[in-house]
């Protein structure tokens, strides 16, 4: 259509797009829909049950009629999408093609398919079930989930206002410029393209005249204030507690916080219900309207209007003032009274036909589209006589009047009365059936009838049964008929049975849009630039970077198995820098680490570390690390490399409930730590030390000292988590880097080699030494875990200790063990392969590797407890469903008196 029609187009630019692997072409500012409408597209979809062909319906994003595939995006409004160079556009849910689609056989089945039929059908006989699911999975759901999808871009931004304001129609443009002028800082958001809502499209005069001009003064006075920003396709998903709304632009969600909220989303266009009332060129009068005014496209050539009110009849000036002919329009109400807009109307010749409804649309004989509508006299609600007159069309337009568009308010608690004095009655179901209430989900009225006989009468019970509002239009078009289709069958108002609850996100989000931009922090320890020139292979730990192992990639097994030979045989170093660190000070500092873990720490000696675990309130294993005292007022603890964040905030929380003085702040980021370790490594040490006895009289095992290493203030704590003589050595971070390469220099002469995560991990695994988060789960308990004598006996409190004695006294379901397997001939089972008995699950590998040193394959698995003796042998399920054998060991596997870190 020529301008001004197409308010929203930029016809100087022409843009190119693919449906269906066909050319077409639109204009900047066209949505699919919109672009496909004009070049006489009528077919977007097909629906989700019986496979019907469906086209536009509402024209707003508001119902799944149009939902396309658009390039790897499944689902997505055909009338939301924005029309794009080389657009690639796609129907949904068929199977063969979107014009011949071999499933709608479905709809000449529908007597097989009764409402609610998939709650008892498909599990009888029982053996039948795995074919039947094989079959629903493959025609089951709309679009296609690409997996190969590249990632997209999406970010986030805080706002906030004085007053956000949702709706940018009349209402509420007219409550953000008034909010403006009494000096608030205000947001204006809507959904559309352009503010003005329905005074873009819509006609509330006969002249056609009104709605410009309103539209005109209210977005000038929106425009002209500086205190008030508006945001168009703007959707706000909900509304949440203390006025914190997300909203969602392109892809940035907005977390915006208001100090008062107005909720101007007007209202919905509401459908009339007859047979084949979802046929492509059946559309709601709005949706006709913004095709002719936004876009400059004739719905139709010839059309029918049925009414329940005077917005019908401009509907029908507004089609006559585009070029298509109005063969009549069908008013529902028995005794409409007079009108500017009717006599307008009548003065243009158009017959109107009080008192009827459409009582039938009909199809093409070859095509989807509509043909012409059959219309008969109404002789009570829902009922029309037998006579019935005929009207070839290709449009059939219908006003059913209108609900609130309320989900915002609705989603946070409000409710709403209903009004049915004055309203007309807008169902009129068909012997024939096939007239549908839901379109998302093809509910018909006689499957509504037929739930509420069957006792499903209750308005929450009856959207699950038939499903009626799951879809995605949530119920927006089908709700208030459900609504009124019950109160009939139950003798009860529409006031009574209410509808259904209304559940965010408001409007369907990305998963993208949750998720957020997609990137990982990354954190460097002191010595990374270092690993990288000795060649080393990274990983991420937690958010950190760490060595996996130093060398070639392509003999990456062979140098670990050399790392870990040389921290057994010799001396290696590894960067534990990653380690958290915690600093406790204070006068109940022992008082505080006492409550906070399992073991005993009000007599731990001045210059002794300690093992520390934590278990939260259901007595899980949470974090595990050491605690050096360092005066009878201070304690450094450290913890695991991504658990230290969550201990850092609980350590805060209970001394802000227990009020004890002490002092808690997280020191991770200002240290970096060297493992140097190996039955060489006091020889390398003993050249750099002049002020710390490091022999075995002077620093015992789990000793701490400080003191200076090269020249760098050092803490020295000598642990044994690889199970050798070691020392862990905490320097400021800024010495990080010199204490490696002073290290390095220094033990040249012994043949010092650094060795990665990996190594590290093989030589703990070695000394049965657990990793909480691969070891233990989300409901490992220490009891479990073997961690038992990690428990003080005799402390009458810790966090957790009442979980875990309960779950102490209820005995075990599963114990982690070690197990081993020969080194050669037997394949090596995979960490969360599963540990079965029989046709029983009684437990999963949870670490396991070939250890050089042992010459064999060692692991840790949960097993049922009667299975966890060493000795008894244990089968793991492998890939492929094969089983293997394995003996569980008693722990450690090396080493097993600790001697050599004891040395």
């Not at 219309?375 to 009207?391: M, Q």
């Not at 250890?851 to 009667?866: E, F, H, M, Q, R």
Request: glycine share 10%.
């Amino acid at each position: 259509m020529p301008e001004p029609a197409g308010l929203l187009l930029d016809r100087t630019e022409p843009i190119a797009f693919r449906f269906e692997g066909k050319q077409y072409q639109g204009y900047r500012g066209d949505t699919v829909a919109s672009a496909l409408a004009a070049n006489d597209v009528s077919v977007l979809s097909r629906s989700f049950k019986y496979h019907r062909p469906r086209g536009i319906h509402s024209l707003s994003g508001l119902d799944a009629n149009t939902l396309v595939q658009v390039g790897p995006a499944p689902n997505r409004f055909a009338d939301r999408e924005p029309l794009s160079p080389d657009l690639d556009v796609m129907g949904q849910n068929y199977w063969g093609t979107l014009r011949h689609d071999r499933l709608a056989v479905f709809g000449l089945l529908h007597r097989f398919f009764p409402v609610g039929f998939y709650y008892k059908a498909f599990y009888k006989p029982r053996w039948t079930w795995p074919l039947w699911a094989k079959m629903i999975r493959r025609i089951a759901g709309l679009g296609t989930v690409d997996t190969n999808t590249p990632h997209g871009y999406f970010d986030k931004q805080y706002l906030f206002c004085d007053v956000l304001v949702v709706g940018g129609g009349a209402a509420g443009l007219a409550a953000a410029a008034q909010a403006a002028a009494a000096g608030a800082d205000v947001v204006l958001v809507d959904e559309n393209a352009a503010l003005g809502g329905g005074l873009l499209y819509g006609r509330p005069d006969a002249g056609g005249i009104r709605a410009e001009e309103e539209r005109a003064r209210l977005v000038g006075a929106v425009e002209g204030s500086d205190r008030i920003s508006a945001m168009t396709e703007t959707a706000c998903l909900g509304w949440y507690a203390d006025n914190w709304l997300p909203l969602v632009r392109g892809n940035r969600l907005y977390k915006l916080r208001a100090k008062t909220l107005v909720v101007a989303t007007g209202s919905l266009e509401q459908p009339l219900v007859f047979r084949n009332n979802d046929l492509p060129g059946v559309m709601l009068s709005g949706a006709a309207q913004r095709l002719i005014k936004l876009y400059g496209v004739k719905p139709g050539r010839r059309a029918v209007v049925a009414t329940v009110n005077d917005e019908g009849y401009g509907a029908a000036l507004d089609l006559l003032d585009a070029g298509v002919e109005v063969a009549a329009v069908v008013d529902l109400r028995m005794d409409a009274q007079r009108s500017a807009l009717g006599d307008t109307l009548a003065a243009r010749r158009v017959p109107v036909h009080a008192g009827a409804a459409p009582w039938e649309a009909v199809p093409q004989r070859k095509g989807p589209r509509l043909a012409r509508v059959r219309v008969a006299r109404i002789e009570a609600d829902g009922v029309c006589a037998p006579s019935v007159d005929s009207f070839t069309c290709d449009l059939l337009v219908v006003c059913g009047g209108h609900a609130p568009a309320a989900a915002l308010l609705r989603q946070a608690g409000a409710t709403f009365a209903h009004d049915s004095t004055s309203a007309v009655w807008p169902i009129f179901p068909h012997p024939d059936h096939k007239a549908f209430v839901d379109l998302d989900e093809d509910v018909q009225v006689h499957d509504l009838e037929d739930a509420i006989a069957e006792g499903y009468d209750h308005v929450e019970l009856l959207k699950r049964f038939t499903t009626n509002g799951m879809g995605p239009s949530q119920g927006r078009h089908s709700s208030l008929n459900a609504a009124r289709v019950l109160a009939r069958a139950t003798a009860r108002s529409v006031d009574e049975t209410g509808v259904t609850t209304m559940r965010q996100p408001i409007v369907p989000v990305t998963m993208g849009h949750l998720a957020g931009r997609s990137f990982e922090p990354v954190r460097y320890t002191a010595m990374h630039f270092r690993h990288l020139e000795a060649g080393a292979t990274m990983m991420p730990a937690g958010l950190w970077l760490r060595p996996e192992f130093y060398g070639d990639k392509a003999r990456r097994q062979a140098l670990i198995r050399e790392e870990t030979k040389n921290v057994r045989d010799n001396v290696g170093i590894v960067d534990v820098s990653t380690l958290g660190g915690l600093d406790v000070r204070g006068p109940d500092a022992a008082e505080f680490m006492n409550r906070m873990y399992t073991f005993a720490y009000l007599k731990q000696p001045v210059g002794r570390s300690r093992y520390v675990l934590m278990t939260d309130l259901s007595g899980v294993v949470v974090d595990d690390g050491v605690a050096c005292r360092l005066h009878e007022d201070h304690f450094y603890v450290t913890a695991t490399t991504s658990g230290v964040d969550n201990v850092y905030r609980e350590m805060l929380w209970y001394n802000a409930q227990w009020r004890l003085k002490v002092d808690v702040t997280n020191v991770t980021a200002a240290f970096a730590g060297v493992n140097i370790a190996g039955p060489n490594c006091r020889a390398v040490l003993e050249t750099l030390c002049d002020d710390v006895d490091i022999s075995p009289e002077g620093f015992p095992y789990m000793g701490v000292r400080e003191g200076h290493v090269a020249g760098i203030p050092a803490l020295f704590l000598r642990v044994g988590f690889v199970g050798e003589l070691g020392y862990e050595l905490h320097v400021p971070a800024s010495q990080g880097e010199a204490l490696w390469d002073a290290l390095l220099d220094a033990g040249k002469e012994h043949g010092i080699r650094p060795f990665g995560v990996e190594a590290q991990r093989l030589l703990r695994l070695e000394k049965g030494h657990i990793i909480i988060g691969q070891d233990t789960d989300g409901l490992t308990t220490p009891h479990e875990a073997d961690m038992a004598w990690a428990l003080a006996k005799k402390k009458p409190f810790h966090v957790g200790i009442r979980s875990v004695r309960m779950q102490a006294a209820k005995g075990l379901t599963r114990k982690l063990v070690g197990f081993e397997m020969p080194g050669v001939g037997v394949e090596q089972p995979k960490e969360c392969h599963l540990v079965i008995r029989g046709r029983e699950i009684t437990g999963r590998v949870t670490s396991v590797a070939y250890s050089p040193n042992l010459d064999k394959v060692i692991g840790l698995a949960y097993v049922a407890p009667d299975q966890s003796e060493p000795g008894q042998s244990i089968e793991i399920r492998v890939d492929g469903g094969r089983m293997v054998n394995a003996t569980v060991a008693k722990l450690p596997f090396f080493d097993p008196d600790g001697a050599r870190q004891e040395l």
